[in-house]
């Protein structure tokens, strides 16, 4: 069953799908996705990644061992496409990585930048040299402006190139501009072109019936749209949409039966676009970047578009103190802090020359009452939550360029560190800033309070959380001595009691 020769349907549900299940799929499902593609009007089936090995855990799907291709041709007569990552091709022998799969895939796909293409040409003349048809997946395309050094490379894509497809990384491009973009690759290009839309701004279908106005050939679908983020072009859409308006064959009986086979796992997985995707797509904004800073809660979504519209730091002065304390002790945001305040204040009341420094906003509200000098490690927007800044005496920043930056006005004692000598990683993390800051006004004592940790991890923000400060306390009990006075689950500190330390 084809669409003849105007329109090709690539369906990569597996391999852009595997995003959200590390690509490990129930054998079961995958038997009957294959069973249900094959009576469908598609041309190509991308099952997943081929790839060299890694230092963690990726699936069957992402790694294509020759035996589970052999058992995907057992299953269906459709073309299969695999793809590789022009990122991790370097130093590869793809002749080692790809000759044993030639009897049972048709298509390489290779995703590139397109600022990386002359490599990436490279790599598509090898492969082609193998005997495989090549595909050129072309990332970013809403950033490619009609001056982009991708054009001066058509020429040779002309001549190793099988198809020319355009990535929608970001879900951000509009009808008129892919329309254009299109027009300019055509006055070069004499190859199929092929589009792979996300659907961030809910424009996947729009900007498809677009291109294909256009003449592209190739189009990329998902069954409910499965995939990385905001997720794809819907396959059952696409091919309903074509039955309806170009009557082409299709059996929606077969195709609701795929469609109801992946249901569980997008009740499990959730993926589609929000809120989030949607200002991701407007501001063609990495949405996995976006996703981990707004998931650990530590920018807000102004924080991030302002950063990436201003593109600029307000750089403060440097942070220094003429004073030196005996002891700091650092405030987390652990539920020991309510429970042991009183023990903790009287703590702090018997303690010699102490430096609070709060490394959240949220227990802020209890110190306010306390005659102690406090500073406060500020990360992302933590500022916003802040109701009473009146108490805290210095505001103390990671260095700049930072991430992101934060909202401020002039009122506020803002200071910057000059560096962060004892880690090279987690330079925005409050608790980062904080060691940071004990380090720089060569406190001898450092001790914790709210550091409690998770008993039982219910979120990704706890598991990042938990790790960030892991990491962060691994390395910097190699430089000092860390304290913590309240119950905590993380290693490598000391433990003492809040309550033995002020018997």
Not at 47 to 68: A, H, I, N
């Amino acid at each position: 069953m084809s669409l003849g020769k105007e329109i090709k349907v690539l369906d990569c549900t597996l391999r852009d799908g595997g995003y959200y299940t590390n690509w490990d799929f129930e054998r079961e499902l995958t038997k009957k996705y294959f069973g249900y593609i094959s009576q469908l009007p598609i041309e190509y089936v991308e099952v997943g990644y081929r790839s060299r090995l890694k230092d963690e855990y990726f699936g069957e799907f992402f790694y294509l061992p020759l035996s589970t291709l052999q058992n995907i041709k057992k299953y269906t007569s459709k073309k299969i496409a695999v793809m590789l990552n022009a990122k991790d091709c370097d130093g590869i022998d793809l002749k080692d990585l790809l000759s044993d799969v030639k009897d049972y895939v048709s298509l390489i796909r290779v995703a590139t930048d397109p600022k990386k293409i002359e490599f990436s040409i490279r790599l598509a003349k090898e492969i082609k040299s193998l005997g495989f048809d090549v595909a050129l997946n072309i990332m970013y395309i809403s950033k490619i402006d009609h001056n982009h050094i991708f054009f001066d490379f058509i020429s040779e894509i002309n001549d190793c190139v099988d198809v020319l497809n355009l990535v929608d990384s970001y879900g951000s491009i509009y009808p008129h501009e892919l329309k254009n973009l299109i027009k300019n690759i055509q006055n070069k290009a004499n190859i199929p072109l092929g589009f792979h839309g996300h659907n961030n701004l809910e424009l996947t279908l729009a900007n498809t019936l677009e291109s294909i106005e256009c003449g592209v050939s190739y189009i990329d679908s998902t069954i409910l749209g499965m995939g990385r983020g905001a997720g794809n072009l819907k396959t059952e859409l696409l091919l309903t949409y074509l039955k309806s308006k170009q009557n082409i064959e299709v059996d929606l009986n077969v195709l609701g039966k795929l469609t109801e086979i992946f249901l569980p796992l997008q009740a499990k997985y959730k993926w589609g676009t929000n809120f989030a995707y949607m200002v991701s797509g407007a501001y063609s904004l990495p949405q996995k970047d976006v996703m981990e800073a707004l998931e650990i809660d530590r920018y807000s979504l102004t924080g991030i578009v302002n950063q990436i519209k201003n593109n600029s730091n307000i750089e403060l002065p440097i942070f220094s103190d003429v004073r030196r304390f005996d002891n700091c002790l650092i405030i987390g945001g652990g539920q020991s802090v309510a429970c042991h305040f009183e023990a903790t204040k009287e703590f702090m009341n018997k303690t010699q020359n102490l430096l609070i420094i709060h490394s959240t906003s949220k227990h802020i509200e209890l110190f306010k009452e306390i005659d102690i000098l406090q500073y406060f490690s500020v990360a992302g927007d933590e500022l916003l939550k802040l109701d009473d800044t009146k108490k805290i005496d210095k505001y103390i920043l990671e260095p700049s360029p930072r991430k992101i930056s934060s909202n401020f006005n002039d009122s506020f004692n803002m200071y910057e560190l000059e560096k962060i000598e004892f880690i090279n990683s987690y330079h925005d993390s409050p608790l980062t800033i904080g060691l940071q800051a004990g380090l720089d006004i060569k406190t001898p004592n450092i001790y914790l309070a709210g550091f409690d940790g998770y008993g039982e991890l219910k979120s990704k923000k706890e598991l990042y959380l938990m790790q960030e400060n892991q990491a962060i306390i691994d390395e910097f009990v190699k430089k000092k001595r860390l304290v913590s006075i309240t119950a905590t689950k993380y290693k490598k500190l000391e433990e003492s009691s809040v309550y033995g330390m002020i018997v």
